[in-house]
T-cell receptor
Framework: AQSVAQPEDQVNVAEGNPLTVKCTYSVSGNPYLFWYVQYPNRGLQFLLKYITGDNLVKGSYGFEAEFNKSQTSFHLKKPSALVSDSALYFCAVRDWDFDGGSQGNLIFGKGTKLSVKP | DSGVTQTPKHLITATGQRVTLRCSPRSGDLSVYWYQQSLDQGLQFLIQYYNGEERAKGNILERFSAQQFPDLHSELNLSSLELGDSALYFC??????????????FGAGSRLTVL
């Protein structure tokens, strides 16, 4: 079964410092991986995805993620954190069915709360 | 504004009652997904509809049901409500059925409080 794990409930970073939010995955079939962000009292917003190709994926708001097949990881990164980046971040993997292949829905991790202090 | 509209934004009701949550997908999107977000369970996939047909089922309780109408809007019906059903319910939509590259676009959610 497809699953993702976000080992940190919270990440604290000083503004201007680089940030990393960790995600590891377990999949059957191709790993279609996603990052979403949720601001307070808002829905989830898409940041970036890995489908195939370059291991470094660039997304919205200056975020990027590195796909590492050998470590089964898909960590979210940003070179210089902003206070406005403070939010809840979710890693997700596309579901997979052995009969039908890739499914439509996403399976989400528990989320990591990012706090960026001035 | 994501283009996915959910109503109502907030709903307070009592145990044993029934409520209906409504979702209008982004223009052109044929798939609708329902998710439940709670503090202890995180984001749980409930059910997916594609062009009016049920496509996939997740951890949806028997007390819950959903449908997608010809105009592609969807409704999630929650009945015999329990305290533990209090959660944020999200609707998401996507253009294609099961493409791996599909991006799900989420609505702002409906917050249900059961007293």
């Amino acid at each position: 079964a497809q699953s993702v794990a976000q080992p940190e409930d919270q990440v604290n970073v000083a503004e201007g410092n680089p940030l990393t939010v960790k995600c590891t995955y377990s999949v059957s079939g191709n790993p279609y991986l996603f990052w979403y962000v949720q601001y307070p009292n808002r829905g989830l917003q898409f940041l970036l995805k890995y489908i195939t190709g370059d291991n470094l994926v660039k997304g919205s708001y200056g975020f990027e993620a590195e796909f590492n097949k050998s470590q089964t990881s898909f960590h979210l990164k940003k070179p210089s954190a902003l206070v406005s980046d403070s939010a809840l971040y979710f890693c997700a993997v596309r579901d997979w069915d052995f009969d039908g292949g890739s499914q439509g829905n996403l399976i989400f991790g528990k989320g990591t709360k990012l706090s960026v202090k001035p | 504004d994501s283009g996915v509209t959910q109503t109502p934004k907030h709903l307070i009701t009592a145990t044993g009652q029934r409520v209906t949550l409504r979702c209008s997908p982004r223009s052109g999107d044929l798939s609708v997904y329902w998710y439940q977000q709670s503090l202890d369970q995180g984001l749980q996939f409930l059910i997916q509809y594609y062009n009016g047909e049920e496509r996939a089922k997740g951890n949806i309780l028997e007390r819950f049901s959903a449908q997608q109408f010809p105009d592609l809007h969807s409704e999630l019906n929650l009945s015999s409500l329990e305290l533990g059903d209090s959660a944020l319910y999200f609707c998401a939509s996507s253009p294609l059925r099961d493409s791996g590259a599909n991006v799900l676009t989420f609505g702002a959610g409906s917050r249900l409080t059961v007293l």
